[in-house]
């Protein structure tokens, strides 16, 4: 056969097959099901049929599909200015900036466009602070064994799974690792060239678990002590989602660098970091950029989320709703003690732990109309955005209810 002819025998194979051809890679192992209108905490498909979203793109729609305030905020700034380069002062980026160093323990702020790019960012960050006080030296960065703090060629490297960098060597020099909640093995890891210890204050990925506030506090007095930085990746875990606006807070500590992305743009790619004074001296100017980060559309989206997120009102509600939530999936962890190992979590940042393999779970749950995700450690993800209802929670719990009960 030549080229035409198989092109022909291959064009025959997807018509009789009814095979819908996708030039996507095969880096995703994709749903078959789409979505093409979503509202709040509502998913529709293409004939009409409603999905309660409890994903919410991975923690990042905090304030749910498509919200008013943001939907006028990107038509008005479509209209003005999309993007102009960092070369020029953007007056939004400053406006977010100084709201978010107003709202927490940051002097200064760099915006990326994901949490990769924050996280790689907050490495540069640890090492140039280093470097900037003559002591280049310190530049290894402590992190949690299985830890995710993206895909970037570093990230992978930064989480020290097997499975994250498998292929992709050569292997990234310059991260350590230590066992969650395992106080030897941090210690032992530390050494007098270590720049950084980077956390999860929520595991999200590695199956949300919490470092207990007791646990942060006494890593910030170690760090002080050993004059290294802290680095709190709340790319998932920020803009509110553990019902604090940075997860941290809750321990009253204060991080040097802390990466920030999923939420700030309510499903607008935005990333940052977030930094003291004494660190952001090193950055001046050349030593670190991005073309798209922090444009003034982004930065437009940015503003308007916070403005809603960060009020008293709204975290009080947040609080309010997890309460709920978490006391009513204990009760169903009681009712259904061979299928529930625990409820892990905080805030809307919730981890159903099963006893057994998760995705037959996840499936029967999407039956039901139900979507959630799935995170190490048979957990079984719930994320709704932050403005949820309580009815809206009430639907999901019955429907796990069901999804037990058929189970035992
Ligand atoms: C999602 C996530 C990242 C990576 O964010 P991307 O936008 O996918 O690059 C990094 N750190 C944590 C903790 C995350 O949850």
């Known amino acids: ?44 498909t293409s004939k009409g049929v409603k999905y309660l979203d409890f994903v919410q793109g991975i923690a990042v729609n905090c304030l749910g599909h498509a919200h008013p305030k943001l939907v006028k905020t990107i038509q008005n700034q479509s209209k003005k200015l999309w993007h102009i380069s960092n070369a020029f002062k953007i007056p939004e980026g400053e406006k977010l900036a100084k709201k978010l160093c107003q709202k927490t323990f940051a002097d200064y702020v760099i915006f990326q466009n994901s949490g990769a790019e924050a996280t790689e960012a907050s490495i540069k960050v640890a090492r140039r602070y280093f470097y900037s006080i003559g002591k280049p030296h310190k530049n290894r960065i402590l992190c949690v064994k299985n830890s995710f703090h993206g895909r970037t060629i570093a990230a992978i490297f930064a989480s020290g799974s097997k499975k994250m960098v498998e292929g992709f060597g050569p292997k990234v020099p310059g991260f350590d690792h230590f066992i969650f909640g395992n106080h030897k093995s941090l210690k032992k890891n530390i050494t007098k060239n270590t720049a950084a210890i980077m956390i999860e204050p929520i595991m999200g990925e590695g199956g949300i678990k919490v470092i207990p506030d007791w646990c942060l506090k006494e890593l910030r007095k170690l760090c002080t002590k050993k004059k290294i930085l802290l680095i709190a990746d709340e790319v998932q875990t920020g803009i509110s989602r553990s019902a604090n606006f940075l997860a941290f807070e809750s321990s009253k500590i204060k991080p040097d660098i802390v990466p920030i992305a999923k939420g700030i743009g309510g499903g607008f790619p935005i990333g940052a970091v977030l930094m003291n004074k004494k660190v952001a001296s090193a950055m001046t100017p050349g030593t670190h950029g991005s073309t798209f980060g922090g444009n003034p559309l982004a930065m437009a989206v940015g503003n308007s989320v916070i403005d809603i997120v960060s009020s008293k009102s709204f975290l009080d509600n947040v609080k309010k709703l997890s309460k709920y939530f978490f006391v009513n999936l204990n009760l169903l962890k009681k009712k259904y003690p061979n299928i529930i190992r625990e409820i892990r979590g905080k805030g809307l940042l919730i981890g159903v732990q099963l006893y057994t393999d998760q995705s037959k779970f996840i499936k029967k749950l999407m039956g039901k109309r139900l979507l959630t995700i799935r995170a190490a450690e048979n957990v079984v993800r719930i994320l709704p955005p932050l403005n949820v209802k309580k009815t809206e929670i009430n639907q999901a719990l019955k429907i796990i209810d069901d999804v037990c009960s058929k189970m035992s």
Do not use: C, H, P, W
């Open 1 to 44: 056969m030549n080229d035409i002819q198989s092109q022909l025998v291959f064009n025959f194979f997807v018509y009789t097959n009814n095979i819908e051809m996708s030039y996507l890679a095969k880096n995703y192992n994709r749903k078959k099901i789409s979505f093409t209108k979503g509202k709040g905490s509502y998913l529709y």
